[in-house]
Every structure is written in C-alpha cells, then in structure tokens.
C-alpha cells in the first residue's frame, strides 16, 4: 500500500512557475514508476510526465516537454513536478500517482493516487 499527498499548487501567473511535491508512505516507494496527471474542470484527466523508479527514465506530453521537469528522491520518498514557463492552459488539479514496474501515460495502469493540488496559471 502507498499513499500519497502532494503539495506546492497554488496561484501564479502566466510565465511564472511552481513546484510540486508528492510525498509517499509506505513500503518499496523505491520499486514503483511515479506520474503527474493533471485534470482541468469538464475535462478528462490528462497525462503530463512519468518517471522510472530510478529516476533514470523519464517520459512526458509534447504541450511539457521543454517546460516540465519530473525528478524523484527515493530517500525522501518524494517525486516532483518542476514546472516553467506556465501558461493558463495548465490550469487544472495535478495528481501524482503510483505503479509497479515501468512507467506509462495510462492513467489506468496506476494503482495509487494522491488527493491532488490545484494550480492555477492566471493571464
């Protein structure tokens, strides 16, 4: 069982950036893949990056790519989502969420899930 909480959304403006955090409990944080989801009101949650369980690995959407950075402390049990460059567009609440095995943009392949932070890019 994991369980996860994440932090730093907040209010900020256009170009301006945030960092998120998901803190994890529980036991072999070390041995899942973690992802950042993010879902905007009316819309389906949507796929922004994942991270192997090393750290080693890493995969995102095309609209991040360049503004984003996922990274993980396994010794902090914490995976975090740098973001850049924030565009009112990425508006929405950002959940980090937990899997065994290789990362996936799949929000179905995911065991765990965190309660979510909103963040909110203002123009």
């Known amino acids: 069982q994991v369980q996860l909480v994440e932090s730093g959304g907040g209010l900020v403006q256009a170009g301006g950036s945030l960092r998120l955090s998901c803190a994890a409990s529980?036991?072999?944080?070390?041995?899942?893949?973690m992802g950042w989801f993010r879902q905007a009101p009316g819309k389906e949650r949507e796929f922004v990056a994942a991270?192997?369980?090393?750290?080693?690995?890493?995969v995102y959407a095309d609209s991040m790519k360049g503004r984003f950075t996922i990274s993980r402390d396994n010794a902090k049990n914490t995976v975090y989502l740098q973001m850049n460059v924030l565009r009112p567009e990425d508006t929405a609440v950002y959940y980090c969420?937990?899997?065994?095995?290789?990362?996936?943009?799949?929000?179905?392949?995911?065991?765990?899930w965190g309660q979510g932070t909103q963040v909110t890019v203002s123009s």
């Open positions: 969420a937990a899997k065994p095995r290789g990362s996936s943009s799949r929000p179905q392949e995911y065991e765990y």
């Open positions: 529980g036991r072999s944080f070390s041995s899942y893949a």
């Open positions: 991270i192997n369980w090393s750290g080693y690995s890493t």
